[in-house]
């Protein structure tokens, strides 16, 4: 354990959900999937995970992105998305910061079939004690990852084109990895065959 356990610190999701999604041809975040498009279901996810706050990164799909209405949900655009991953993972960063967050629990827009009992658990291990949180999925690491906020900045500064948040974790002596396989899986979206149709 690297800090003291404190179950009253305010968590917030941030959702990556910027890019273009050339492979699948529209920007994967307005890809409507089972009756909510997939930047709906990831808030969810992280609404019914635990988290205090969501914050939706867009990009691509700035405008008409369709969203439940929500005191906890805030959307926040990247003018810089065509950059990559990184730099909406520091926007991310920033909003949750500017939101008074404690910690933060990132995933992609693209994971539809993430569980959130993957998010309580990953929450649970922060409370417990662990600054930095990964879910793995027959021990292969995935999303969600949670990030203490004294890592925010660390995590921002090794930030790379499409990398994300990959580097900073392979550098990291402590993530504290949490099994979430029989929560859901970690498949992603990446062109229109991998959605089943109705």
Not at 75 to 96: E, F, K, Q
Not at 162 to 186: E, K, N, Q, Y
Request: hydrophobic content about 45%; overall charge negative.
């Amino acid at each position: 354990m690297d800090r003291t356990p404190d179950v009253e610190q305010r968590v917030c999701g941030i959702v990556l959900a910027a890019g273009a999604g050339r492979r699948f041809g529209a920007p994967k975040a307005g890809i409507v999937f089972e009756g909510r498009t997939l930047a709906e279901r990831a808030a969810a996810l992280l609404l019914g995970g635990g988290c205090d706050d969501v914050v939706v990164v867009t990009g691509a799909l700035a405008q008409g992105l369709r969203l439940h209405s929500s005191a906890n949900l805030h959307l926040v655009h990247n003018p810089l998305w065509n950059t990559g991953m990184a730099s909406s993972l520091r926007a991310g960063l920033d909003a949750a910061a500017e939101r008074g967050a404690d910690a933060a629990v990132l995933t992609l827009v693209d994971l539809p079939w993430i569980g959130p009992e993957a998010v309580r658990r990953v929450i649970a291990r922060h409370r417990e004690g662990a600054s930095v949180v990964a879910a793995t999925y027959d021990g292969r690491r995935g999303h969600p990852i949670l990030f203490a906020r004294k890592h925010f900045a660390d995590v921002a500064a090794s930030a790379q084109g499409d990398s994300g948040a990959r580097r900073f974790l392979a550098a990291h002596p402590t993530v504290a990895d949490v099994d979430c396989t029989d929560t859901g899986r970690i498949d992603d979206v990446d062109v229109p065959a991998d959605l089943p149709g109705p």
